[in-house]
């Protein structure tokens, strides 16, 4: 059980837990999990942290088969600039390894952004909270969830 599963089972909302085996030579830990799981990678979103203005951190969620793009979720947060966070501050702030980030179940509630195009899926897949685990759930629930925003943060 992790936080991002217990959070889920705490709103009362429909979710499923999908685990594979994680190669740790895989290059892409979102590639590799859809491949895995035998869904389409588009459907399958990383969760990705960023330094807003150097100052504070905020997520982003974008589909496995692209990339977040800076200038875009800078935008969406109201910042003048994002870059990605060092990766000891992302894992002190969320309690996650990296590889294994969840939207869900975060140490510190961060300003959370999902990209447009997950409206495309009635589910999709993110981080259970460790590498080899995944949390399929509505686009819907992810967003009440994480209390995150719908933008067009991908390329």
């Known amino acids: 059980m992790t936080p991002a599963i217990n959070s889920a089972k705490h709103a009362g909302i429909g979710f499923q837990v999908h685990e594979y085996q994680h190669d740790t030579s895989a290059e892409s830990y979102g590639l590799e999990a859809a491949e895995k799981l035998g869904v389409a990678a588009a459907q399958v979103f990383k969760t990705l942290v960023v330094t807003l203005d150097g100052k504070q951190l905020a997520v982003g969620i974008v589909p496995v088969t692209g990339q977040l793009n800076l ?7 109201g910042a003048k600039k994002a870059a990605m966070a060092d990766p000891d501050e992302v894992e002190r702030a969320t309690g996650y390894v990296l590889g294994g980030v969840s939207p869900l179940g975060q140490k510190k509630r961060l300003a959370t952004f999902l990209d ?19 949390i399929e759930l509505s686009p819907q629930d992810l967003l009440s969830l994480s209390q995150a925003q719908l933008a067009p943060i991908a390329v």
């Open 71 to 77: 200038k875009k979720i800078a935008k969406a947060a």
């Open 116 to 134: 447009a195009s997950a409206e495309g899926f009635a589910t999709l897949y993110v981080s259970a909270g460790r590498r080899g685990l995944e």
